[in-house]
């Protein structure tokens, strides 16, 4: 059930009227002859990056109403947006006293359906009233519509939007507009609103344990293979349930029942189909479910599945009390015949927070966030190309977005002064704060943003141009780079640093990029990119990965490069992550043998750093394998890593991982998450926030498909919820915190009732699955009084690497504080 194999919620925008006409040609196309799309790096978009995972719905007996529509001045109704022509539409009052925002407008679909997303198409050839702050609400009756599922901010253009949120059941969608996109005036506008159905990627929920369960079919073949029913159940994906087919086919439909032997809550069936032959991959079909085996309500879910190998999950309309679920299949994927397979069936049921955590409303962005920085003041900077949705070519500018944690508003801005095109950079947070960008598009170009005036600034070009290159901090204060033949010529990307007090580069002719390579069939283009890189003393760097090999890497003269090991049996495990979770302790876990059509690996790997000794030993497996995930050390010490692919292809959405997974460094175990909404796989980002939540975004920015992602969730971790849900009482850092000070300092900080630790946790920047910004800092910590502490920052800048961080206050239960951002340095 965790891996959710379909396509993205957000880009359907091709399939605009799909219910009601044919669905135009995806033939995927070279990227170089994509509209506004100039890359010489991927020349082809994956087939099933232009597939969309949902269907949109059949608007057959819809009725739409609106909290205002203009009948006066024009044909403004709200039934404009149902009648299958953009060349009408809906518009708000604003003749005579014009209506004020915020402005609703409400779809009846007359029937319950599972909803994953809104289509909005603004109106062509006039730029009034499209919306811009929105928020999007469900109601099973029309009355009852609680907190929003999504909420953003739409960029001002006349491109079809999908806003994605949560999969869930419901009769009425209501868009909200709050805001005009331009600042036109109080109107909002809409050409056509679509819906997007089930994705089969059901949020908030676990799989149910199979201990104990049994299963019956209406038919299974025994005769010619064995084809028992039993097999759905046996954790082997290479046998399978198949309807009689020797002598006389039992002709469809067919039935398979699952009997758990106990009622438990269940929201959603997973069919993975046999992996052999193609023969009886179910097509249409209904879930229902029942108390006693006897009587089987309404259907839960219906639907047809796609004719592929990948594993489909129906979502329920509404979570059920149930012993038993059936699958009924009424026809075959294909057409090849009256048969029905399966390889393994699952259920899942909806998490219990205070174990697997919980996710928030999607959050649109005007943008594909591709890269994040976590910003002081409850910010949080996001980026991704020349465009909001595709990248290529040389362009010379960005499209940024600031995101307002406090609020969930998202501001868009384009950064044309620094000439800068920031797609597929390296990020360094520097030590005052300010976010360093590096190459990518422009492979020369270097800007720095500075949060405290909110403006970029150029420096001086790198003397090697380069993209995908890896970046981090030196204990210094200067910034190390190395690799990066993504872009600006394949080959001798050596290192070389740049210092913020002459803004100058140094080259490191002693640092080549070599040794620091994968064994990807695409050398060096593919294999020097996105590396593991762990700033230490004196200025000197481990580079722990992705490569097998490990090295040492000094960075005073002419630098030097010297192996530190192989992290122990690992291959190489591009587009994995590596964590620094305690002082001199790193995880890695994941990534593949090669950047692209490779199977990614379960394995996670400690790293242990003691002066020059570096050590790597193999902890226990994720439960899934996976690349271009996102990783996220928690305050706790404890490890989340989100996303991802189990066989990694850039753009498509396919062996989606949806469940995210938690380490733990006590027991070197993985334990599984609340599954998300939305996948996140290459071009996505993961951020610990403030408040110790953990913000999961993006992924796509391939232009005309339907793998875009220009939204986000925030995570709350189970360490912050009762078993309710409910938040839990959490510690309250009251004083004492100076906006800056110095390593080996001692501060005396105050919280509001007795706490067991303190921590630091660097504020940090994240793209293309890696993070080499982010490090945990445990702090010895003396009760000198009722709420009172001595808190010793480390002397070593190569273990507090200079930087902003969030300083967490933790209870004996591990819960943390709300941070205070202080700047070390």
Not at 95 to 118: C, E, K, Q, Y
Not at 498 to 521: E, H, N
């Amino acid at each position: 059930m965790a891996l959710g194999f379909g396509m993205a919620l957000v880009g359907l925008t091709s399939l605009l009227g799909a219910a009601r006409a044919a669905v135009p040609d995806r033939t995927p196309q070279p990227f170089e002859h994509q509209s506004a799309m100039n890359s010489p790096h991927h020349p082809v978009a994956p087939a099933n990056a232009m597939e969309p995972a949902a269907p949109v719905l059949d608007r057959t007996g819809w009725t739409v109403s609106a909290s205002s529509e203009e009948t006066g001045g024009e044909n403004g109704r709200a039934a404009n947006v149902l009648d299958g022509d953009t060349g009408t539409f809906w518009h708000s009052k604003w003749s005579g006293t014009a209506a004020r925002p915020p402005h609703t407008i409400t779809l009846d679909m007359h029937r319950t359906d599972v909803v994953s997303g809104l289509v909005y198409q603004p109106r062509p050839g006039n730029m009034n009233g499209r919306v811009g702050e929105y928020s999007i609400s469900l109601s099973k009756d029309g009355q009852d519509w609680g907190s929003p599922v999504a909420t953003g901010t739409l960029a001002d253009d006349a491109a079809a939007k999908t806003l994605g949120f949560a999969p869930q059941g419901a009769r009425f969608v209501r868009l909200t507009a709050q805001t005009e996109a331009g600042g036109r005036g109080p109107w909002a506008s809409a050409a056509e609103i679509d819906l997007v159905g089930d994705p089969g990627t059901p949020e908030a929920t676990v799989d149910l344990p199979r201990t104990g369960w049994t299963v019956s079919a209406s038919s299974e073949e025994t005769g010619g293979e064995d084809g028992r029913a039993a097999n759905v159940l046996d954790g082997d994906p290479d046998t399978f349930w198949h309807s009689k087919w020797s002598g006389t086919a039992a002709p469809l439909p067919h039935s398979i029942t699952l009997d758990m032997h106990r009622t438990a809550d269940v929201s959603a069936l997973s069919y993975q189909p046999r992996r052999d032959r193609t023969n009886g991959r179910a097509g249409t079909y209904t879930v229902t479910t029942s108390a006693d085996g006897a009587t089987f309500g309404e259907p839960v879910a219906k639907g047809t599945w796609r004719d592929d190998d990948t594993v489909k999950t129906a979502t329920f309309t509404r979570t059920e009390k149930a012993r038993f679920v059936r699958l009924t299949v009424t026809t075959e994927a294909g057409g090849r015949g009256p048969w029905t397979s399966a390889g393994e069936i699952r259920l899942s049921g909806p998490a219990a927070p205070a174990v697997h955590g919980s996710w928030g409303k999607v959050i649109g962005f005007p943008l594909v966030p591709v890269a994040t920085a976590v910003l002081p003041g409850d910010k949080m900077l996001a980026w991704s190309a020349y465009a909001a949705d595709r990248f290529g070519g040389s362009n010379g500018y960005t499209q940024t977005a600031i995101l307002d944690l406090k609020t969930g508003k998202v501001t868009q801005r384009r950064v044309d002064n620094t000439g800068h095109d920031m797609f597929c950079p390296g990020i360094a947070m520097l030590a005052d704060g300010r976010v360093l960008v590096t190459g990518g598009s422009n492979a020369e170009k270097v800007s720095i943003y500075d949060p405290a005036t909110d403006e970029w600034t150029a420096t001086t070009d790198m003397n090697i141009p380069r993209g995908y290159q890896a970046m981090t901090l030196l204990s210094t204060g200067d910034a190390f780079v190395l690799g990066g033949s993504w872009s600006g010529g394949n080959g001798g990307k050596a290192g070389e640093v740049w210092s913020p007090d002459t803004k100058t580069w140094r080259k490191l002719p002693g640092v080549p990029a070599d040794p620091a390579m994968t064994d990807d069939p695409d050398t060096p283009y593919r294999a020097d990119n996105h590396m593991w890189l762990h700033a230490t003393s004196g200025g000197k760097v481990l580079q722990l990965g992705p490569s097998k090999q490990m090295n040492w890497i000094t960075t005073t003269g002419n630098g030097t490069l010297t192996s530190a090991g192989t992290r122990a049996d690992s291959g190489d495990a591009m587009n994995g992550n590596a964590v620094p979770y305690d002082v001199g302790k790193l995880l890695t876990l994941g990534g593949a043998p090669a950047y692209e059509k490779s199977d990614a690996t379960r394995r996670a790997y400690t790293v242990s750093v003691s002066g020059d000794k570096v050590e790597a030993a193999r902890t226990g497996d994720m439960e899934h394998a996976r690349g271009f995930s996102n990783s996220v050390v928690l305050p706790d010490g404890k490890v989340a890593v989100f996303g991802g692919q189990s066989y990694v292809v850039p753009f498509s959405d396919a062996t989606s991982v949806m469940a995210p997974e938690l380490w733990d460094p006590a027991t070197g175990r993985f334990t599984p998450l609340a599954t998300m909404a939305v996948p996140r796989n290459y071009h996505s980002v993961a951020n610990l926030l403030p408040d110790g939540r953990i913000f999961s975004g993006g992924g796509g920015l391939c232009g005309d498909c339907d793998t875009n992602h220009p939204d986000g969730a925030v995570f709350t971790p189970p360490y912050l919820l009762n078993a309710d849900g409910s938040p839990k009482p959490r510690p309250v850092i009251t004083g004492g915190v100076p906006p800056r000070t110095t390593p080996g300092v001692t501060l005396t900080v105050t919280t509001e009732k007795p706490v067991k630790s303190f921590v630091l946790m660097r504020a940090a920047a994240a793209t293309h699955s890696t993070d080499n910004d982010q490090r945990r800092v445990p702090l010895k910590s003396t009760a000198t009084g009722d709420g009172s502490y001595q808190l010793s920052i480390p002397s070593d800048p190569g273990v507090v690497l200079p930087g902003n961080y969030m300083l967490f206050a933790l209870d004996a239960d591990g819960v943390p504080s709300v941070s205070r951002f202080l700047t070390v340095a």
